[in-house]
């Protein structure tokens, strides 16, 4: 038996295969800067101002729907802590 709850799988809006984004052109709100983003979702490298996800021209797709997203049950490799293998090792303060 599991603790962990099982939740049903949430309704899908569509089938339908998503269709490729389209770039769409602003002017940044906050600093006028002239911006490109995807489906009417932008950020602005200037000034730092982002629109809310919910202004996009169109839904975002789920997790399922990301054609590079990892198979079920496989999760990204550990990253090793500390210096890559093979960078020479650091000298003592002072030395």
């Known amino acids: 038996m599991t603790r962990w709850p099982t939740r049903p799988d949430p309704p899908r ?8 984004p389209e ?3 602003a002017e940044c709100r906050r600093c006028g800067t002239y911006i ?5 979702r932008y950020a602005c490298g200037v000034c730092g101002w982002v629109n809310d996800h919910a202004e996009g021209h169109r ?17 990204r ?7 890559p293998p093979g960078s020479p090792p650091e000298s003592p303060p002072g030395a």
Do not use: N
Not at 13 to 20: D, F, I, M
Not at 36 to 40: E, K, S, T
């Open 36 to 40: 490109a983003g995807l489906d009417g």
């Open 13 to 20: 809006e569509s089938t339908t295969p998503l269709t490729a």
């Open 77 to 83: 490799p550990r990253r090793p802590q500390g210096p």
């Open 23 to 25: 770039l769409t052109e």
């Open 59 to 75: 839904r975002l797709p789920r997790a399922d729907e990301d054609p590079d997203r990892p198979a079920r049950g496989r999760r």
